[in-house]
């Protein structure tokens, strides 16, 4: 298959990268905003007619969640329209789409995991528009497949877990939020799960991914300390309304994967596990 990936140079889209070597019998075209403006429908519909695409995983997207609120417009063309644009231009070609979305379609004030049929309310412009993105791919691509992710972090950009290692080797003190809670995703488990899902033949809908497990932002970064061997910063749990951010964050995140579990038979790592892998790529 010719495959587009939106959104190469992101978390998500360098770790496919790093996995398409392991699948040669596919054609790859990686492009971010230089190669393909998604938010030109005319340049997507001509770039997928033009090398013929099969299918689209798109990885791009506007993350900035507390800048969204005062750049709404940008945010729109890129969470809303761009998926969209995409959706529609692939569908043309009988083709499918892989779309990542996120756990701000829902406002946390859940108390058990999140399943795929819970009703989406968000509570953010950043959650606003993926919802949106989310309806567009799916009324405009009937072979369109939608995960839900969560707490993204990987050896490529700026990241929770990049930033907690600076900040743990900078300073004496650090005050983390503990009453928010969710389940870190390592950008990698995420990607290899996407091409499970490719070489498993595309079954549209929703679904939710994750590692496994469970903990806050302070727990999170009390595992980070610990396994990158910082031991000269005290990490204290402070509550959200001490750290006051324009975008509100959902105070329970956590999502179920056990559709995306049975339906392509992913084995998902524990999130510790997972962090452990990272941080010793990252030395």
Not at 51 to 69: H, L, P, R
Not at 83 to 95: C, D, H, N, S, T
Not at 160 to 172: P, Q, S
Not at 225 to 235: K, L, P, S
Request: aromatic share 10%; hydrophobic share 35%; net charge negative.
């Amino acid at each position: 298959m010719n495959i587009l990936i939106t959104g190469c140079n992101g978390q998500l889209g360098n770790e496919l990268r790093l996995l398409e070597k392991d699948y040669s019998q596919h054609k790859f075209f990686n492009t971010d905003k230089d190669e393909l403006d998604i938010t030109n429908q005319l340049a997507i519909n001509d770039f997928v007619n033009r090398n013929m695409i099969d299918g689209i995983v798109n990885c791009a997207a506007y993350t900035a969640v507390d800048k969204a609120e005062a750049d709404q417009k940008l945010c729109t063309a890129l969470n809303t329209e761009a998926p969209a644009y995409l959706a529609a231009a692939i569908e043309k070609r009988g083709g499918w789409i892989i779309h990542i979305s996120t756990d701000y379609v829902f406002n946390g004030k859940k108390y058990n995991p999140y399943v795929e049929t819970d009703v989406p309310c968000p509570d953010s412009v950043y959650g606003n528009t993926k919802l949106a993105g989310e309806l567009g791919v799916s009324k405009f691509c009937h072979r369109a497949v939608i995960i839900r992710t969560a707490w993204l972090y990987s050896t490529f950009g700026n990241n929770f877990v990049k930033t907690m290692l600076r900040l743990g080797h900078e300073r004496n003190e650090l005050g983390v939020v503990f009453d928010q809670i969710g389940s870190p995703t390592y950008a990698r488990d995420l990607a290899q799960a996407i091409i499970t899902v490719i070489e498993k033949e595309i079954k549209p809908g929703v679904y939710h991914f994750s590692n496994e497990g469970v903990c806050s932002w302070y727990d999170f970064t009390k595992a980070i300390h610990r396994i990158a061997g910082i031991t000269t910063c005290n990490v204290r749990p402070i509550h959200t309304s001490e750290y006051p951010t324009p975008a509100e964050r959902p105070a329970y995140s956590v999502l179920d994967k056990t559709k995306i579990k049975e339906t392509f038979g992913i084995n998902i790592p524990y999130w510790e596990d997972s962090l452990r892998e990272c941080i010793e790529k990252l030395k």
